[in-house]
């Protein structure tokens, strides 16, 4: 990413393509900024007198102080008063910093899905955007002579400190350490800079002269933010996080010591503070604007309000059938592959392993048993498949013999395994080896030899990268891998990475520089056979390019086609490639493009129960109200519940008997994400800590999909799948399962791919811009589906419905809905209220679950737990408060704020669901320490399951037929030994549960098929 200090580094056609995606969004941001055109819904407008995570900025006069209060710029009088928006509030616009002659605000905004410098007259006319291209540029500041800016840019390969000169828009670096260095800060004479650095050998608050010289003002543990100069160029102030304290510091540049100024109890906001005079100074702190005398130890509170409007989204959901009927084509068509001589197509639908041949439309199952069966592919010469099974316990490396359909094991090992791929000669398997924790597909690279079974490291551990593809010769794997722009922030991009086998360092090559790749899956890079070419998916199209014989790019690009393109594979030839069409396979011959249909006729259909069942329950809670039917009978008709009665000896149908039992509805998980490589006990999991319904807010689609579509037919064992695809993002990814959209036309390309696959939600991610996000909100609504986000403001201006965590991942570095230390203030809190966004807060994320573990002696005790979970993973979970507080100071001693918070938006209205993030913590175990922290916090047992049943079947759209036991509804529910009403750890004593109207006690769920 090191890029020359001014030359564009981009081809002339791709900063056309730049410019087009900018001028693209601002074109949709004029056509789509007012609020009353956004949404249908009912409007409301929010009075805030508090911000989280707000910046301030005193004019030079005094007179004015300008603010970001949730990605707006405001100006409010300096004693305070009504606020006037100066920016739109579209763009994400933070960190403001005034002109020397007060005349314009500049800011950091991420309009065109990058942060850049921009500038704004004070009355709000004048917008102009001042820096471009591909890279963020942050925490600008005001020269004090008005020629130029100052600002942090991570341009040349990491975030150093840059200025520009605003007559001729000429850059300068001023920092060229290979750490970061970031939020510069002008004396008020121009002669030195402060900074932020990360120098592992000091990092701290530094000081840069005219003459270039670097000095360190002082050494600091802990994060660091936001350093400004008093007046007379004597003191540094600068915000220090220390995990126990959030707090203000001050440094005399003489004596470069650095003492605290505020109390440790004040939630000092990591931003710049601003000087009134040599005496008096400005900054925000716990949600306020406070003024503040050197020396002195109160602060004086400059109060203001400002008004937005929200909307409460009003539309038409999807309607869902899930009653037993016509079958339904199977779209859940995983790792599809084609044989060498292009006659047969290998793909996973259903939990099992399939063959198509041309010519044909019926697959055969080459698997068909109760396990999981995933990631076929051919070897070169035809004969033998290798393929992933859980079937002897944990996901091992299978050989299908195409002649005779013996299989084989040919690798186990401690961890379960992922993305097989053939060598050219046939002799060795490359495959990932996950980890104890096996989550978000962490993988070592390895490779194994056919004949001899002897196993070879080839790399190791790699973040979720995609399946590896062999050079010809056998001496170098390509893969698609995640390449960060700087270790400040740790998004990047998608880039065909380079292993060779003979020792050579990796190489990362990108086919148009700055340019993701698509998902990291079995979306390429895929080397031909002839090593002629590489096939990749790129803004959602296929692609092909030229390359050498070590992987090296020695052509253009050349795109094959016009559709959404997933998974390609080639034949033994070269001449075809064959790929996913949204929901159909084709393939597509590179020597005139043409493109051909597979006809696939697959169907599946709802498992569920038969006949009549009886449950004669001692309490029956509901899911709406806060007090037990007792002593009832739950009758319930094939899948349905037919009526719920006063309990009657001798009822026809199948009797169980609950009669010293509690009867709850099944309960609903709102934050998850998995992968085929936990295998098939994942649905069993779910289901034996009562969870029979979840909600995967993001994934590899057609892995998701196959797993819905799986656990619905009874193919495999578990709960109801509510899903989305990959998490809709922008510029710059993190996760394998994010997906770069880069163009207006790939948007409408992955929008159309939502409608024709059945997504349940679209989850756009942090690097969308909003201006994207409202066009993404306006198509779901159309189509009947909610769409959910990191963000609330400006996402609740035009309807988005959802939102994700009360902390998680910001592009900012801090959050706009909670602080460094966990406070969560009014703005939040009455914009949640009062637009009715559902929240699911994951406070188990955020410390619940080892806060929970440290209260309950008995915690990991839990009989599910300890049968799915390996006693390695258990260690590690029991360790890993102490881990995380190392990496994360005051995790743990600050959680108690997120409790606080919780409850407050519960007790004033807001609406609140459950869910966890697993597996970041343990799948399942997370939603019940979820509900625990909730009570422990103050909620009753009532408000959590409430939560955590119908108020999470309102929020995917699916009341009408869950969350909650009523007549007329889907007989999903769960049977508990105790009052779960009284003391909610009861929730998880689990003894029978039914989905669909089939019953499972909890041996049948903890033993394998």
């Given at each position: 990413m090191l890029m020359p200090k001014y030359k564009s580094p981009f081809s002339t056609v791709f900063i056309r393509q730049v410019k087009l995606f900018h001028g693209l969004c601002l074109i949709l941001f004029s056509l789509g900024n007012n609020p009353a055109s956004a949404s249908v819904g009912d409007t409301t407008?929010?009075?805030l007198v508090e911000g989280t995570n707000m910046a301030i900025a005193v004019s030079p006069d005094g007179q004015q102080i300008a603010m970001d209060v949730q990605g707006t710029i405001w100006v409010v009088p300096r004693a305070g008063g009504k606020a006037k928006p100066i920016t739109d509030g579209m763009g994400d616009d933070r960190q403001p910093s005034w002109s020397v002659d007060g005349k314009r605000v500049a800011f950091q905004s991420f309009r065109d899905g990058y942060y850049h410098i921009w500038a704004v007259n004070s009355d709000g006319t004048g917008l102009e955007q001042l820096t471009r291209g591909v890279f963020d540029e942050r925490e600008p500041q005001w020269s004090p002579d008005g020629k130029s800016l100052l600002f942090s840019s991570d341009r040349a390969g990491n975030y150093d400190i840059w200025k520009m000169n605003l007559e001729t828009f000429e850059l300068t670096q001023l920092t060229t350490d290979l750490a970061n260095d970031y939020c510069p800060a002008y004396s008020s004479n121009g002669d030195a800079i402060a900074f932020v650095s990360e120098r592992t050998q000091a990092p701290g608050i530094y000081q840069l002269t005219k003459d270039g010289k670097e000095t360190l003002l002082a050494a600091q543990a802990g994060k660091l933010y936001a350093p400004s100069w008093n007046p007379d160029g004597t003191h540094v102030y600068f915000n220090a996080f220390t995990g126990s304290s959030s707090s203000l510091l001050d440094i005399d540049v003489k004596q470069q010591k650095a003492v605290a100024v505020t109390p440790p109890e004040e939630d000092v906001f990591p931003f710049r503070t601003s000087w009134l005079s040599g005496k008096e100074f400005v900054y925000s702190a716990d949600g306020k604007i406070k003024k503040k005398i050197v020396g002195k130890k109160d602060a004086e509170i400059i109060p203001f309000e400002a008004l937005v409007t929200v909307t409460t989204p009003n539309y038409t959901r999807k309607p869902y059938d899930f009653d037993k009927g016509a079958g339904k084509p199977v779209k859940g068509i995983k790792g599809l592959n084609v044989s060498p001589?292009?006659?047969k197509y290998l793909f996973s639908a259903l939990g099992d392993i399939w063959m198509l041949k041309k010519g044909e439309?019926?697959?055969?199952?080459?698997t068909n048993d109760p396990y999981l069966d995933a990631d076929p592919t051919w070897s070169p010469d035809g004969k033998t498949i290798a393929f992933l099974t859980d079937r002897t316990g944990q996901m091992t490396l299978w050989l299908h013999d195409v002649a005779s359909g013996e299989q084989k094991e040919l690798v186990k090992l401690d961890y379960d395994l992922n993305y097989p791929s053939w060598s050219p000669d046939g002799t060795r398997i490359a495959f990932y080896m996950g980890d104890s924790r096996n989550s978000w597909g962490m993988g070592t690279l390895q490779a194994v030899d056919v004949k001899t079974k002897e196993i070879t490291k080839l790399h190791d551990a790699l973040f979720v990268p995609s399946q590896p593809s062999w050079s010809p010769d056998g001496k170098t794997i390509a893969l698609s891998g995640l390449q960060v722009y700087s270790t400040r922030f740790r998004e990047g991009i998608n880039k065909i990475m380079l292993v060779s086998l003979e020792g050579e360092p990796d190489r990362y090559v990108s086919p148009v520089e700055e340019r993701s790749l698509g998902m990291r899956a079995k979306n390429g890079p895929a080397w031909s056979p002839d090593g002629k070419s590489m096939a990749y998916v790129q803004d959602g199209s296929l692609w092909v390019i030229a390359v050498d014989r070590k992987g090296g790019l020695v052509g253009p690009p050349r795109r094959l086609t016009n559709e959404l393109t997933e998974v390609p594979s080639w034949t033994a030839d070269s001449k075809t490639l064959v790929y996913m069409a949204t929901d159909s396979i084709k393939q597509i011959r590179l020597s005139d493009g043409a493109i051909e249909a597979i006809p696939l006729t697959l169907n599946w259909d709802y498992k569920a129960g038969q006949g009549v069942t009886v449950v004669h329950a001692g309490k029956v809670f509901d899911g709406k109200?806060?007090?037990?039917?007792?002593?009832?009978?739950?009758?319930?008709?094939?899948?349905?519940?037919?009526?719920?009665?006063?309990?009657?000896?001798?009822?026809a149908g199948n009797l169980v008997d609950a009669s010293n039992k509690t009867v709850i509805p099944g309960l609903f998980e709102m934050h998850t994400h998995q992968h085929a490589m936990t295998g098939e006990k994942l649905g069993r999991l779910w289901l034996s800590f009562g969870i029979t319904s979840l909600r995967e807010t993001g994934a590899d689609p057609y892995d998701a999909l196959e797993r819905k579509e799986s656990w619905d037919s009874g193919s495999l064992v578990g709960p109801r799948e509510f899903f989305t695809g990959g998490l809709t993002d922008g510029s710059r990814i993190y996760y394998g399962l994010a997906n770069s959209i880069h163009s207006t036309a790939q948007l409408d390309m992955e929008l159309e791919r939502s409608s024709r696959l059945g997504y349940d939600m679209i989850k756009t991610y942090v690097r969308m811009p909003d201006i994207l996000q409202q066009r993404i909100t306006a198509f779901a609504h159309a189509h009947g589906i909610p769409v959910s986000s990191h963000e609330i403001f400006p996402a609740m201006r035009y309807g988005v419905?959802?939102?994700?965590?009360?902390g998680g991942t910001s592009r900012r570095g801090y959050s706009p809905k909670i602080t460094a230390m966990n406070h969560t203030y009014?703005?939040?809190?009455?914009?949640?209220?009062?637009?009715?966004?559902n929240i699911t807060p994951t406070a188990s994320l955020q410390g619940g679950f080892y806060a929970m573990a440290a209260k309950n002696p008995s915690f990991y005790d839990?009989?599910?737990f300890n049968t799915f979970y390996t006693p390695e993973y258990i260690s590690i979970m029991k360790n890993g408060a102490s881990t995380i507080e190392k990496r994360?100071?005051?995790?743990?001693?600050?959680?108690?704020?997120?409790?606080k918070t919780v409850k407050k938006l519960i007790d004033g209205g807001a609406r609140v669901t459950a869910g966890t993030d697993s597996p970041f913590i343990p799948y399942a175990m997370s939603l019940h320490s979820e509900l625990q922290c909730w009570v422990d916090g103050g909620i009753t047992p009532f408000q959590a399951l409430r939560s955590a049943t119908i108020w999470s079947a309102e929020a995917v759209g699916v009341s009408k037929d869950l969350g909650s036991l009523e007549k007329g509804k889907l007989a999903d529910l769960v049977i508990v030994d105790g009052d779960p009403l009284k003391k909610i750890e009861d929730a998880w004593n689990i003894q029978m549960v039914m989905k669909n109207g089939i019953l499972y006690t909890l041996d049948q769920l903890l033993k394998r098929p």
């Amino acid at each position: 990413m090191l890029m020359p200090k001014y030359k564009s580094p981009f081809s002339t056609v791709f900063i056309r393509q730049v410019k087009l995606f900018h001028g693209l969004c601002l074109i949709l941001f004029s056509l789509g900024n007012n609020p009353a055109s956004a949404s249908v819904g009912d409007t409301t407008q929010v009075r805030l007198v508090e911000g989280t995570n707000m910046a301030i900025a005193v004019s030079p006069d005094g007179q004015q102080i300008a603010m970001d209060v949730q990605g707006t710029i405001w100006v409010v009088p300096r004693a305070g008063g009504k606020a006037k928006p100066i920016t739109d509030g579209m763009g994400d616009d933070r960190q403001p910093s005034w002109s020397v002659d007060g005349k314009r605000v500049a800011f950091q905004s991420f309009r065109d899905g990058y942060y850049h410098i921009w500038a704004v007259n004070s009355d709000g006319t004048g917008l102009e955007q001042l820096t471009r291209g591909v890279f963020d540029e942050r925490e600008p500041q005001w020269s004090p002579d008005g020629k130029s800016l100052l600002f942090s840019s991570d341009r040349a390969g990491n975030y150093d400190i840059w200025k520009m000169n605003l007559e001729t828009f000429e850059l300068t670096q001023l920092t060229t350490d290979l750490a970061n260095d970031y939020c510069p800060a002008y004396s008020s004479n121009g002669d030195a800079i402060a900074f932020v650095s990360e120098r592992t050998q000091a990092p701290g608050i530094y000081q840069l002269t005219k003459d270039g010289k670097e000095t360190l003002l002082a050494a600091q543990a802990g994060k660091l933010y936001a350093p400004s100069w008093n007046p007379d160029g004597t003191h540094v102030y600068f915000n220090a996080f220390t995990g126990s304290s959030s707090s203000l510091l001050d440094i005399d540049v003489k004596q470069q010591k650095a003492v605290a100024v505020t109390p440790p109890e004040e939630d000092v906001f990591p931003f710049r503070t601003s000087w009134l005079s040599g005496k008096e100074f400005v900054y925000s702190a716990d949600g306020k604007i406070k003024k503040k005398i050197v020396g002195k130890k109160d602060a004086e509170i400059i109060p203001f309000e400002a008004l937005v409007t929200v909307t409460t989204p009003n539309y038409t959901r999807k309607p869902y059938d899930f009653d037993k009927g016509a079958g339904k084509p199977v779209k859940g068509i995983k790792g599809l592959n084609v044989s060498p001589d292009g006659t047969k197509y290998l793909f996973s639908a259903l939990g099992d392993i399939w063959m198509l041949k041309k010519g044909e439309t019926v697959p055969t199952p080459l698997t068909n048993d109760p396990y999981l069966d995933a990631d076929p592919t051919w070897s070169p010469d035809g004969k033998t498949i290798a393929f992933l099974t859980d079937r002897t316990g944990q996901m091992t490396l299978w050989l299908h013999d195409v002649a005779s359909g013996e299989q084989k094991e040919l690798v186990k090992l401690d961890y379960d395994l992922n993305y097989p791929s053939w060598s050219p000669d046939g002799t060795r398997i490359a495959f990932y080896m996950g980890d104890s924790r096996n989550s978000w597909g962490m993988g070592t690279l390895q490779a194994v030899d056919v004949k001899t079974k002897e196993i070879t490291k080839l790399h190791d551990a790699l973040f979720v990268p995609s399946q590896p593809s062999w050079s010809p010769d056998g001496k170098t794997i390509a893969l698609s891998g995640l390449q960060v722009y700087s270790t400040r922030f740790r998004e990047g991009i998608n880039k065909i990475m380079l292993v060779s086998l003979e020792g050579e360092p990796d190489r990362y090559v990108s086919p148009v520089e700055e340019r993701s790749l698509g998902m990291r899956a079995k979306n390429g890079p895929a080397w031909s056979p002839d090593g002629k070419s590489m096939a990749y998916v790129q803004d959602g199209s296929l692609w092909v390019i030229a390359v050498d014989r070590k992987g090296g790019l020695v052509g253009p690009p050349r795109r094959l086609t016009n559709e959404l393109t997933e998974v390609p594979s080639w034949t033994a030839d070269s001449k075809t490639l064959v790929y996913m069409a949204t929901d159909s396979i084709k393939q597509i011959r590179l020597s005139d493009g043409a493109i051909e249909a597979i006809p696939l006729t697959l169907n599946w259909d709802y498992k569920a129960g038969q006949g009549v069942t009886v449950v004669h329950a001692g309490k029956v809670f509901d899911g709406k109200n806060d007090r037990y039917l007792m002593n009832m009978d739950l009758i319930v008709k094939d899948n349905r519940i037919q009526d719920i009665l006063p309990h009657k000896a001798g009822r026809a149908g199948n009797l169980v008997d609950a009669s010293n039992k509690t009867v709850i509805p099944g309960l609903f998980e709102m934050h998850t994400h998995q992968h085929a490589m936990t295998g098939e006990k994942l649905g069993r999991l779910w289901l034996s800590f009562g969870i029979t319904s979840l909600r995967e807010t993001g994934a590899d689609p057609y892995d998701a999909l196959e797993r819905k579509e799986s656990w619905d037919s009874g193919s495999l064992v578990g709960p109801r799948e509510f899903f989305t695809g990959g998490l809709t993002d922008g510029s710059r990814i993190y996760y394998g399962l994010a997906n770069s959209i880069h163009s207006t036309a790939q948007l409408d390309m992955e929008l159309e791919r939502s409608s024709r696959l059945g997504y349940d939600m679209i989850k756009t991610y942090v690097r969308m811009p909003d201006i994207l996000q409202q066009r993404i909100t306006a198509f779901a609504h159309a189509h009947g589906i909610p769409v959910s986000s990191h963000e609330i403001f400006p996402a609740m201006r035009y309807g988005v419905d959802q939102v994700e965590h009360i902390g998680g991942t910001s592009r900012r570095g801090y959050s706009p809905k909670i602080t460094a230390m966990n406070h969560t203030y009014q703005d939040v809190l009455e914009l949640l209220k009062k637009s009715q966004m559902n929240i699911t807060p994951t406070a188990s994320l955020q410390g619940g679950f080892y806060a929970m573990a440290a209260k309950n002696p008995s915690f990991y005790d839990n009989v599910q737990f300890n049968t799915f979970y390996t006693p390695e993973y258990i260690s590690i979970m029991k360790n890993g408060a102490s881990t995380i507080e190392k990496r994360l100071p005051g995790y743990l001693k600050n959680f108690g704020q997120i409790q606080k918070t919780v409850k407050k938006l519960i007790d004033g209205g807001a609406r609140v669901t459950a869910g966890t993030d697993s597996p970041f913590i343990p799948y399942a175990m997370s939603l019940h320490s979820e509900l625990q922290c909730w009570v422990d916090g103050g909620i009753t047992p009532f408000q959590a399951l409430r939560s955590a049943t119908i108020w999470s079947a309102e929020a995917v759209g699916v009341s009408k037929d869950l969350g909650s036991l009523e007549k007329g509804k889907l007989a999903d529910l769960v049977i508990v030994d105790g009052d779960p009403l009284k003391k909610i750890e009861d929730a998880w004593n689990i003894q029978m549960v039914m989905k669909n109207g089939i019953l499972y006690t909890l041996d049948q769920l903890l033993k394998r098929p």
